[in-house]
């Protein structure tokens, strides 16, 4: 079984598409590794403003689950397995730092991009769907 979450990627994001993607192949434990690959095109290239991108490339990530630790959520403690992600290519480094939970999911994220950006993603609180569909959006 495997989680995969999209990223954003919409204005400043679209460099998002060059970092590993947050994904989690199950079961996991500490040393895991797996490798994923994306196809992309020079349509995001530009998006995200990497110069000298002029044709499909194929870029690997490879991920492992380096620790296991515990941290604070809600005046709780939980377990979470850390997963570094890292990427190399012609064009640049990436790398994404993930705090996963089996109950709550993606508990932070922390992107290191290839432009040197970086971004960094933390659950910060836990609502019901129907409290969340009160409020309008648009």
């Known amino acids: 079984a495997k989680i995969f979450l999209h990223p954003p990627r919409q204005n400043e994001y679209a460099i998002l598409e060059f970092s590993p993607f947050p994904i989690v192949h199950f079961p996991l434990s500490v040393g895991k590794e797996w490798i994923w690959s994306l196809e992309i095109g020079s349509w995001w290239a530009k998006k995200a403003g990497i110069k000298n991108f002029d044709k499909d490339y194929n870029f690997e990530h490879s991920y492992k689950v380096t620790r296991d630790t515990t941290i604070l959520f809600n005046g709780r403690k939980i377990n979470c397995f ?40 933390s659950l910060e609180s836990i609502q019901d ?9 648009f």
């Open 82 to 121: 850390i997963i570094e992600a890292n990427c190399s290519s012609p064009y640049g480094k990436s790398r994404l730092v993930t705090c996963f939970n089996d109950e709550y999911g993606f508990m932070k994220m922390d992107y290191l991009n290839m432009d040197n950006s970086r971004f960094i993603f």
């Open 129 to 137: 769907r129907e409290e969340v569909m009160k409020f309008t959006f």
